[in-house]
C-alpha cells in the first residue's frame, strides 16, 4: 500500500504545472555507472546474467536532472530483475546516434530474456494501476512504475518504445537528447571523493521497506566495508536500536516513507528515548522526496542530513563520513 501512495505522489509531482527538472552539468558515463553496480549484484543474487555496454557512448558532460535520469534507469532495469526468472538475461546497452555527431541523441535499451507481455496488454503499459496478470507475478509492484517512467521521458523531451513476446522476453528503448556541458561546468570534487570516502568498519542500521532498494543499499555499503542491521519498517528500526548497546550504531539510515511506522515518526521516537545515544546518533534520511519542504520536515523531526533517491553511491558514502 505505501509503495502505492508512493509512487501515486511521483505521478501527481511529475503532472504538476510546478514540476521542474533540476538540470545540472554531469557526465553521462557517471550515471550509467551508478546504476549497473546495485543492479549487477541484485540480478546475481537471482542467478541471473546482467550484462552492459556503453563503448558506442561517448564518454561526454550533457545537462540533465541526474535524480530523475537515475530513476529513469533503475525503473527499467529494476523491473527486467523482478520478471526475468532465475537463469535468465538482461543485457543494458547504450550508444549515440548518429554514431558520429558532436550532438547525438542518447539510445538506452534494457532487453530480458523475460516473461514478456501479451499483445493485447502491450498498447495499456503505461497507463497507471495496469498490470498483466501473470502466473507467480500476481503481487509484484504497483502497477505506476512504466507510467512515471514514461513522463519523466516526456519531461525530458525524450520517447520510449517497447517490444515484447510472452515467455521470451522485453526490450525498452528510451531516446534522449542532452544540452552538452563543457568539462568546466562540473562541480569540483570534494576531498571526500568516493575512492577516498573510508567507512570501512562502521555499523550502521538500514531502515527501508522495499526489498530490492534495501537489497541495493546494502549492496553498496557492504561493498566499502561497512556492516549493515537492516530493518523493514520504521517500528523494527526503533526496536532494533532501543535493544542494542550504546554507542553500537555509528549511523542511522533512514528511509521516509514506510509501513507500520514512518521515518519521521522513528526518528521522533529515536531522538526521545532514555539513553545516551539517543540524541547524538547521526540520522540520514533517504527519501524520494527532494523539495525543500520535505526536507525541512526530515530535519525538524531531529535527522542531521537527507539524501535522495535514487541513491547515489559516492553521495551516499560522503554523507555517511560527514557524520560519523
Given at each position: 500500500?505505501?509503495?502505492?501512495?508512493?509512487?501515486?505522489?511521483?505521478?501527481?509531482?511529475?503532472?504538476?504545472?510546478?514540476?521542474?527538472l533540476h538540470l545540472?552539468?554531469?557526465?553521462?558515463?557517471?550515471?550509467y555507472d551508478s546504476v549497473t553496480t546495485p543492479i549487477r549484484d541484485a540480478a546475481s543474487r537471482k542467478n541471473i546474467e546482467f550484462t552492459s555496454d556503453c563503448s558506442n557512448s561517448l564518454d561526454r558532460v550533457i545537462i540533465a536532472d541526474r535524480i530523475n535520469l537515475e530513476k529513469v534507469f533503475l525503473n527499467l532495469l529494476t523491473n527486467a530483475v523482478?520478471?526475468?526468472?532465475?537463469?535468465?538475461?538482461?543485457h543494458l546497452d547504450m550508444y549515440n546516434e548518429p554514431k558520429d555527431s558532436d550532438n547525438p541523441d542518447s539510445i538506452l535499451?534494457?532487453?530480458?530474456?523475460?516473461?514478456?507481455?501479451?499483445?493485447?496488454?502491450l498498447p495499456h503499459i503505461y497507463e497507471p494501476f495496469k498490470q498483466e496478470k501473470q502466473h507467480g507475478y500476481e503481487t509484484v509492484g504497483t502497477g505506476l512504475g512504466l507510467t512515471i517512467v514514461k513522463q519523466l521521458i516526456e519531461k525530458m523531451g525524450g520517447s520510449i518504445d517497447v517490444k515484447s513476446e510472452i515467455g521470451k522476453g522485453t526490450t525498452f528503448t528510451v531516446r534522449l537528447h542532452f544540452a552538452q556541458a563543457a568539462e568546466s561546468e562540473l562541480p569540483v570534487k570534494l576531498n571526500t571523493e568516493c575512492n577516498n570516502v573510508t567507512i570501512s568498519h562502521t555499523r550502521l542500521l538500514l531502515c527501508e521497506d522495499n526489498p530490492l532498494n534495501r537489497e541495493i543499499a546494502t549492496t553498496l555499503l557492504k561493498n566499502k566495508g561497512a556492516i549493515v542491521d537492516v530493518a523493514?519498517?520504521?517500528m523494527i528500526g526503533v526496536e532494533k536500536f532501543s535493544q542494542s548497546n550504546e554507542n553500537e550504531y555509528d549511523c542511522i539510515l533512514m528511509d521516509v516513507r514506510m509501513p507500520v511506522m514512518d521515518g519521521l515518526k522513528a526518528t521522533k521516537t529515536i531522538r526521545s528515548l532514555n539513553r545516551s545515544d539517543?540524541?547524538?546518533?547521526p540520522i540520514i534520511a533517504m527519501t524520494a522526496d527532494v523539495y525543500s519542504d520535505d526536507i525541512k520536515k526530515c530535519l525538524e523531526a531531529g535527522m542531521n542530513n537527507h539524501i535522495a533517491k535514487p541513491i547515489d553511491s559516492e553521495e551516499l558514502y560522503r554523507k555517511i563520513s560527514e557524520v560519523i
Open positions: 500500500m505505501l509503495d502505492l501512495i508512493n509512487d501515486t505522489l511521483t505521478i501527481s509531482k511529475s503532472r504538476s504545472e510546478k514540476f521542474e545540472e552539468p554531469v557526465r553521462l558515463r557517471e550515471v523482478k520478471y526475468t526468472p532465475e537463469g535468465g538475461s538482461i535499451v534494457v532487453s530480458d530474456s523475460g516473461i514478456g507481455i501479451s499483445p493485447e496488454f523493514e519498517n520504521g539517543a540524541k547524538k546518533v
